[in-house]
T-cell receptor, first 115, second 116 residues
Framework: AQSVTQLDSQVPVFEEAPVELRCNYSSSVSVYLFWYVQYPNQGLQLLLKYLSGSTLVKGINGFEAEFNKSQTSFHLRKPSVHISDTAEYFCAVPTMDTGRRALTFGSGTRLQVQP | NAGVTQTPKFQVLKTGQSMTLQCAQDMNHNSMYWYRQDPGMGLRLIYYSASEGTTDKGEVPNGYNVSRLNKREFSLRLESAAPSQTSVYFC???????????????FGQGTRLTVV
């Protein structure tokens, strides 16, 4: 079964510093990968996705992620974070048992941007 | 644009009580989902409905039932609530006929449920 591992539960960073949130996946089939963001007391919203093509994917709010097949990784990056980026970030893959309709999520990484 | 609407937003239940969480989407999506979110565990799928008239179990279905009332609405019922069901519940929907399109999900704001 496909799964994702988010290696860091919390990442503190100062405003305007760069950040990388790590995600590794396991899969024996074609890979689709997603990053979702959850702001405090809200639902999740799609940040970016990799389906095929270019391995560098750009998303909303200046975030980007790079699909690395050899390292089975899909790390999320932003060159300069803002206070408003404080949120929880989830990496996800389609769930094979559901015909790839539902998603299997990682445990999440809480990004804390400090002034 | 309402998107996915969940009710209620907050609920406190006593052990053994029952309740139904409501979810409706206005995006004409085929598939709908119920997830629960617990600290350090991400979101886990409870049940899903690939299309109107069908429902299937997800990773953690025990203690829950669902109804896909029509294309818009997908409800989650707790027949006899237990403290282990204290969680934040999210409804989501996705559209499209192919897996690529179908896996971009739109989420509701969540229901924070406490069972005492």
């Amino acid at each position: 079964a496909q799964s994702v591992t988010q290696l860091d539960s919390q990442v503190p960073v100062f405003e305007e510093a760069p950040v990388e949130l790590r995600c590794n996946y396991s899969s024996s089939v074609s890979v689709y990968l997603f990053w979702y963001v959850q702001y405090p007391n809200q639902g999740l919203q799609l940040l970016l996705k990799y389906l095929s093509g270019s391995t560098l994917v750009k998303g909303i709010n200046g975030f980007e992620a790079e699909f690395n097949k050899s390292q089975t990784s899909f790390h999320l990056r932003k060159p300069s974070v803002h206070i408003s980026d404080t949120a929880e970030y989830f990496c996800a893959v389609p769930t094979m048992d559901t015909g790839r309709r539902a998603l299997t999520f990682g445990s999440g990484t809480r990004l804390q941007v400090q002034p | 644009n309402a998107g996915v609407t969940q009710t209620p937003k907050f609920q406190v239940l006593k052990t053994g009580q029952s309740m139904t969480l409501q979810c409706a989407q206005d995006m004409n999506h085929n598939s709908m989902y119920w997830y629960r979110q617990d600290p350090g565990m991400g979101l886990r799928l409870i049940y899903y409905s690939a299309s109107e008239g069908t429902t299937d179990k997800g990773e953690v279905p025990n203690g829950y039932n669902v109804s896909r009332l029509n294309k818009r609405e997908f409800s989650l019922r707790l027949e006899s609530a237990a403290p282990s069901q204290t969680s934040v519940y999210f409804c989501a929907s996705s559209g499209g006929q192919t897996p690529k399109l179908n896996t971009e999900a739109f989420f509701g704001q969540g229901t924070r449920l406490t069972v005492v």
